[in-house]
C-alpha cells in the first residue's frame, strides 16, 4: 500500500512565489490486470504556500522513498496518478500542485496522466 506517512516537510524558505518541479524517472508499479510492472516517470509541479502563510516543500529522499512504496502494488495508472496527487496536496497544502505521470509503452500504446489540484498555471495544463 502507498504510504503517505513516509513523506517529510520542510519550511519554505521564501516569501516570494516560485515554483518547484522534480522528475522521477524510476517510476514502478503493477499492472493489476496482469500483475506485470509499469515503468513511468513522475513529474511534480507545484508553487508552496509563503513562509508567512507556513508553506513547506517537500523533502527529496522522503518523496523518493513514497514514490517507491507503489513498487509492489497493483494499481492503474489514472489511480496512481490521482494518488500521488491527493496525498501530496494534503501533506503540503501548495497554491497549487500538478502531478503528471508519462507511462513507458506497453503493446504501442504509451499514456500521460495529469491530475491538478487548485489553480495551476495555463502555461502548464495541457502541455
Known amino acids: 500500500m502507498p504510504n503517505p506517512e513516509l513523506l517529510e516537510v520542510f519550511a519554505t524558505p521564501a516569501e516570494q512565489a516560485f515554483v518547484i518541479e522534480h522528475t522521477s524517472t524510476e517510476f514502478t508499479s503493477l499492472c493489476p490486470k496482469?500483475?506485470?510492472?509499469?515503468?513511468g516517470d513522475v513529474i511534480l509541479r507545484y508553487q508552496p504556500a509563503s513562509a508567512s502563510r507556513?508553506?513547506?516543500?517537500?523533502?527529496?529522499?522522503?518523496?523518493?522513498?513514497?514514490?517507491?512504496?507503489?513498487?509492489?502494488?497493483g494499481i492503474f495508472y489514472e489511480a496512481v496518478t490521482n494518488q500521488i496527487r491527493d496525498d501530496l496536496s494534503t501533506l503540503l497544502k501548495p497554491e497549487w500542485l500538478q502531478i503528471e505521470t508519462h507511462w513507458r509503452g506497453?503493446?504501442?500504446i504509451r499514456s500521460i496522466i495529469r491530475a491538478d489540484a487548485g489553480d495551476v498555471p495555463a502555461h502548464y495544463r495541457g502541455r
Open 106 to 108: 506497453r503493446g504501442g
Open 54 to 73: 507556513g508553506g513547506v516543500c517537500v523533502e527529496l529522499k522522503s518523496l523518493k522513498l513514497y514514490y517507491q512504496s507503489f513498487r509492489d502494488e
Open 34 to 39: 496482469t500483475g506485470h510492472p509499469d515503468f
